[in-house]
């Protein structure tokens, strides 16, 4: 009995020997290689830029006058990126659908801007909220923006200034 026992505890040797070295001849037998993959995740950025100043001009009295249009670029490097534009005033007063300006007096200066190329859309609103867009569309472009003045109460020698950031938003 012994014998047989010892038979096959010899065959349990060799088996494990032969499978140890057969899987290690295979493994070392294989190739690997890697491959690294890069992107960019997220979406092409755009820029604006705009005149730092426009001047309004000179006006004599109380009234109403078309001013000069504001042209504010958005450059996307020829991608095509879905953008907007909004509206905060910095320096002035936002009154729903009108700027009223700082002067130098008791003066009253309020100005109206309006998207030409959305007329119908009416004024601009200037209070900060990301949902009173305007200039949509995709890529680079042009937006030009009509300007109004209303002036209802000034004296001689009267200025007024305002101060109007425009922030643009990626969809």
Not at 64 to 79: E, H, R, V
Not at 83 to 105: A, C, F, P, R
Not at 131 to 136: D, E, I, Q, R, V
Not at 144 to 161: D, E, G, H, P, Y
């Amino acid at each position: 009995m012994m014998r047989i026992s010892f038979f096959y505890g010899n065959i349990l040797w060799f088996m494990l020997a032969f499978s140890v070295l057969f899987f290690t001849g295979m493994a070392s037998a294989s190739m690997s290689m890697e491959t690294l993959f890069k992107g960019r995740l997220g979406k092409s950025t755009c820029t604006i830029s705009s005149p730092g100043v426009v001047n309004m001009g000179a006006f004599s009295g109380n009234g109403s006058w078309p001013g000069p249009p504001l042209t504010i670029n958005i450059n996307c490097n020829g991608a095509a990126v879905n953008t907007y534009l909004w509206g905060q005033v910095i320096k002035g007063d936002v009154s729903y659908d009108s700027i009223h300006m700082i002067e130098n007096d008791n003066s009253i200066f309020i100005l109206y801007l309006t998207d030409a190329a959305n007329s119908s859309a009416g004024t601009i609103d200037f209070s900060g909220n990301k949902s009173f867009s305007f200039c949509a569309g995709t890529g680079t472009r042009e937006c030009r923006l009509n300007t109004r003045l209303t002036i209802m109460q000034s004296s001689a020698n009267s200025t007024a200034s305002v101060t109007l950031r425009f922030n643009l938003e990626h969809k």
